[in-house]
């Protein structure tokens, strides 16, 4: 008799993610269990680690854009081409945004089995992690790292609003520069793009694409307070960002950047690292249902 070889499908969950419930995972795992898979779940957040199981073909991530940033880690020291997918249930889902499918658990389950929308991504190094969406240096990332996670829970992404009103009192800025491919360029703030999108649907890079191998970069020389809000209302009115004043724009394939200050640097809405940093595209691109 001939052995059916099922897919092993490993739900990844953050159980602190902004719109998690406990009720949506058992759906999913029901949805790819009746649509042929074997389930495994893990957890993953704050304070949690995780490896890719070894049995399983497919990872789903179920969170936001900083829980698929841990799978994906999870996922380039695992020693093999894992594909992933990403069930929203995060505050803003960045990536989500990228390539929006039906979140109808079998609809999804059963897409995702199938293979269908295959698509490359490349994630970009930073440092000794990496970030698939959009990294940044400055005001914003200023205001991320004096972020409430309690508030976060309770309000959401008004907690963003919050922290960004106490930056505004203590208004950061600091010399920063960067170096990329033989250019030098002091500045005050600066943000990089893998993806179109950045703190929900607004765009600093609207010529970003994950498939892309490159990185999309705006360097702010003078980030004064009115400067800045010009910089939002930019993005805003999708406005060229390049005729914001004082805004520099350019690609690359790779990035450094230093201060003699240890600036917070946000990373798909998460403070990873503080400067120095350098940022590299990967290689090798993550394959996505």
Same mark, same amino acid.
């Given at each position: 008799m001939e052995q059916t070889i099922r897919t092993t499908v490993q739900l990844v969950v953050n159980p602190t993610a902004g719109t998690y419930r406990s009720t949506l995972v058992a759906a999913l795992q029901g949805a790819f269990e009746r649509a042929g898979a074997q389930v495994i779940v893990s957890e993953s957040g704050p304070g949690m680690s995780f490896a890719i199981d070894p049995k399983a073909d497919h990872v789903c991530s179920i969170g936001g854009d900083g829980t698929l940033r841990h799978v994906? *880690?999870?996922?380039?020291?695992? $020693?093999r081409a894992v594909p992933l &997918?990403?069930?929203?249930? $995060?505050?803003?889902?960045l990536i989500h945004r990228e390539?929006?499918? &039906? *979140?109808?658990?079998?609809?999804?389950?059963?897409r995702v089995l199938r293979g269908a929308a295959a698509r490359q991504h490349y994630a970009v190094n930073l440092n000794e992690t990496l970030f698939l969406a959009c990294a940044s240096v400055g005001p914003d990332s200023a205001a991320v790292a004096a972020l409430s996670s309690r508030l976060k829970r309770r309000i959401g992404r008004l907690a963003y609003a919050v922290a960004f009103c106490r930056t505004l009192l203590r208004w950061p800025r600091h010399e920063i520069i960067l170096e990329a491919e033989g250019r030098t360029l002091r500045c005050e703030a600066f943000y990089v793009a893998k993806g179109r999108f950045f703190a929900g649907p607004w765009s600093f890079a609207p010529a970003a694409r994950l498939h892309a191998p490159e990185l999309h970069v705006v360097a702010l020389t003078k980030v004064t307070r009115l400067r800045y809000l010009r910089f939002l209302l930019a993005m805003v009115v999708r406005a060229r960002i390049d005729r914001v004043p004082g805004a520099s724009c350019f690609s690359c394939t790779e990035l450094s950047a230093r201060s003699d200050h240890p600036l917070p640097v946000q990373a798909d809405g998460d403070i990873v690292a503080a400067l120095p940093v350098t940022l590299s595209l990967r290689p090798d691109p993550i394959l996505f249902h």
């Open positions: 994906a *880690l999870a996922s380039a020291a695992c $020693g &997918s990403i069930y929203p249930t $995060g505050t803003i889902n390539a929006r499918c &039906s *979140l109808v658990p079998d609809h999804y389950a059963e």
